[in-house]
C-alpha cells in the first residue's frame, strides 16, 4: 500500500507563503503523474495543479502565476510552492499519485487570513 504525507500547511496572510510538501512511500521515478487538489468548506474538491513523469505541468486557472508544482526525483516528493495567497486559497489541499492506481493523502489544511 502506498502512502502519502502531506506537510507545511498552516496560516498564512494574505499575499504571503507556504510551501506544501507531499512524501511518497514509494519512488515516483516511474509514475504516470502526481498532482494537488483542494477542498474548501461547502465546496466540491478541485484541481490546483498537475505534473506528469515527464515534468508537463498544469495549473488552474484560479493559482497561475502564483503556484508551482514541482517535484525531486530522488527524495519521492512532490512540493506545491504558494505565493500571493488569497482568502479563496482557504481550504484542504490533497496531494494524490498515479501509478496503476491513484493515491491520496490525508490532507493539510490552509487557511489564509488576517
Known amino acids: 500500500q502506498v502512502q502519502l504525507v502531506e506537510s507545511g500547511g498552516g496560516l498564512a496572510q494574505p499575499g504571503g507563503s507556504l510551501r506544501l510538501s507531499c512524501a511518497a512511500s514509494r519512488s515516483i521515478f516511474s509514475i504516470y503523474a502526481m498532482g494537488w487538489y483542494r477542498q474548501a468548506p461547502g465546496k466540491q474538491r478541485e484541481l490546483v495543479a498537475t505534473i506528469t513523469n515527464n515534468g508537463n505541468t498544469n495549473y488552474a486557472d484560479s493559482v497561475k502565476g502564483r503556484f508551482t508544482i514541482s517535484r525531486d526525483v530522488a527524495k519521492n516528493t512532490m512540493y506545491l510552492q504558494m505565493n500571493s495567497l488569497k482568502p479563496e486559497d482557504t481550504a484542504v489541499y490533497y496531494c494524490?499519485?498515479?501509478?496503476?492506481?491513484?493515491?491520496w493523502g490525508q490532507g493539510t489544511q490552509v487557511t489564509v487570513s488576517s
Open positions: 494524490s499519485a498515479q501509478w496503476n492506481s491513484v493515491y
